[in-house]
């Protein structure tokens, strides 16, 4: 099976503007989530999406967005781009397994470079 | 509230000996304990993983362990070589019914030839 991936992958973008991420789970993977990692703060938990519907979200501001389609793909925003938005954002795919916190798998990340 | 805090930050052995990454999370709902391992510039790869009912689980050179009492457990890794260079993660589960994770702040972990 081909593992997760993520588009772009890289941007780079500058202050005000709004960008919008990509993740292609496993096939067969119904849960993502995206992380933010950074060196300062490591790999931070942004927001979780299962059967098109945010299950979870991380104390991220209002100007970080996601959203999961029909067929599991999901998206993340970011509007009104700061300096400190810079980071590599991660997104991960599990199987989802009721009842427990399944196994996830990583995607390539997308490098987001604020100017 | 939760928190994972996973030590050393940095650990440089030589090829053979044995490395050993111990976190400590907060909150007593996590059942689940994966380990992922970042290369330079690529995604972190899971390379073991633990359930809260089982207290130690091996993987070839790779070992964790769980102590649920004291909230804390260990990567293992004996028999080091240079491609086991990389910065090590530990993660904490969130509850039952989310996918969340809460992540260690890292481990760069150096094996000299």
């Known amino acids: 099976k081909a593992g997760v991936t993520q588009t772009p992958r890289y941007l780079i973008k500058t202050r005000g503007q709004q960008v919008t991420l990509s993740c292609s789970p496993i096939s067969g993977h119904r849960s993502v989530s995206w992380y933010q990692q950074t060196p300062g703060q490591g790999l931070q938990f942004l927001f979780e999406y299962f059967s098109e519907t945010q299950r979870n979200k ?21 509007s009104t781009l700061e300096l400190g938005d810079s980071a590599l954002y991660l997104c991960a795919s599990s199987l989802e397994v009721a009842g427990r916190t399944d196994t996830q798998y990583f995607g390539p990340g997308t490098r987001l470079t604020v100017l | ?108 972990l150096q094996v000299f030839p």
């Open chain 2, 1 to 108: 509230g939760e928190n994972v805090e996973q030590h050393p930050s940095t650990l440089s052995v030589q090829e053979g000996d044995s490395a050993v990454i111990k976190c400590t999370y907060s909150d007593s709902a996590s059942n689940y304990f994966p380990w992922y391992k970042q290369e330079l510039g690529k995604r972190p790869q899971l390379i073991i993983d633990i359930r809260s009912n089982v207290g130690e689980k091996k993987d070839q050179r790779i070992a964790v362990t769980l102590n649920k009492t004291a909230k804390h457990f260990s990567l293992h890794i004996t028999e080091t070589q240079p491609e086991d260079s990389a910065v090590y993660f530990c993660a904490a589960s969130y509850d039952l019914n989310t996918d969340k994770l809460i992540f260690g702040t890292g481990t760069r």
């Open chain 1, 58 to 78: 991380g104390n991220f501001p209002g100007r970080f967005s996601g959203r999961q389609f029909s067929n599991s793909r999901s998206e993340m925003n970011v």
